[in-house]
């Protein structure tokens, strides 16, 4: 048995693939120096032709990688910070995700944009502690926010070999969990939940680094309450399937996502959930506060973030 990290995991998905195909490339901002851990050591093993430091200037590089991809690459770009990914949006949203789209399938974008580092994360304040997977899933861009470095491996793996652009979000309360792998890594398919703990009285859907908060919850609470966890790994296509597999089974739903709490991930699982699958209590979510941004004080900080606090009290709400 092996202790693997998440950063470690991610890292180690980019060797084996830069290795295993000669078309992945990578591009960004410091990635010669592996900065973020995702890029470590790879410039010296596979030369600067195949893992390029870029200019300060992550549309351009951002629109490149596009063009790459058209000619038969397959770039991953890695984004130092989260909010980086607003600049972007047009050239993944509006360019590479339409292409294949609009040309009836005719060409394919396969690029992969990776965030080493993103959401919540105490004392990097507004503009650094963005977690926008909403949006992504919302303009069906491919979604993935593992959880799990075994997880991490296996869907940057997939994201990489996929034809379709995608967005991995690696988030920053992950990147020091530590998994024991027992089994070679493989790559985990895109579009497939996993379900951590099983229970019989309430769904917990629980997103990235928020498993975990998931996972201590439904211990703290295991003499009261049985809680399933249910982390599902692809934001967008989502395991609709294997969530109302489990409603079947526990008949009430919380929902615990680290982003804006309109028009966030979790008011669609919760109205997808409304709209078909069994539910025998209004569901819950914890989320961060409408519009909310992340302070620089601490003590706001943590105030804003869901908590596994809110977290048990919107379980036992739903008992009630």
């Known amino acids: 048995m092996a202790k693997l990290s998440y950063a470690k995991a991610l890292n180690r998905a980019l060797r084996d693939e830069l290795t295993r195909d000669e078309s992945v490339c990578v591009l960004g901002e410091d990635v010669g120096a592996g900065m973020a851990q ?3 050591g790879l410039q010296a093993q596979f030369g600067p032709g195949r893992v390029m430091d870029t200019p300060i200037s992550e549309q351009a590089f951002t629109s490149l990688a596009t063009g790459a991809a058209l000619c038969g690459m397959r770039p991953v770009i890695e984004f130092q910070i989260p909010s980086l990914l607003f600049l972007v949006l047009e050239q993944i ?6 292409f294949p789209l609009m040309t009836g399938g005719q060409v394919a974008v396969p690029v992969t944009y990776v965030v080493p580092g993103s959401g919540s994360r105490e004392g990097w304040a507004g503009q650094h502690s963005d977690h926008p997977y909403s949006i992504y899933a919302h303009v069906g861009v491919t979604t993935v926010v593992p959880a799990m470095p075994s997880d991490a491996y296996g869907l940057l793996v997939s994201a990489i070999r996929s034809d379709d652009p995608t967005v991995v979000f690696a988030p920053a309360g992950a990147m020091g969990v530590r998994e024991d792998v027992t089994r070679d890594l493989v790559p985990v398919p895109i579009g497939r939940a996993r379900i951590h703990r099983a229970g019989t009285d309430v769904t917990c859907v629980a997103v990235g680094h928020l498993v975990h908060e998931a996972l201590a919850a439904a211990g703290e609470l295991a003499g009261e309450v049985s809680v399933e966890v249910f982390d599902p790994r692809t ?3 989502f395991d609709w ?3 109302a597999d489990s409603l079947e089974r ?4 919380v929902v615990m996502d680290d982003s804006n709490r309109s028009c966030g991930l979790a008011g669609e699982v919760l109205a997808s959930a ?3 699958m ?13 519009g909310s941004v992340l302070p620089f004080a601490l003590g706001l900080d943590r105030a ?9 009290s919107a379980i036992r709400s739903v008992m009630k």
């Open 250 to 253: 526990t008949g009430r739903l």
């Open 241 to 243: 399937p294997a969530l």
């Open 93 to 98: 949203a509006n360019q590479a995700h339409k």
């Open 278 to 290: 069994r539910l025998i209590a209004p569901p819950a979510r914890v989320t961060r506060p409408d």
């Open 235 to 237: 934001v967008y296509p």
């Open 304 to 312: 804003v973030q869901p908590a596994r606090a809110a977290l048990v």
């Open 274 to 276: 409304a709209e078909g």
């Open 38 to 40: 995702l890029t470590l």
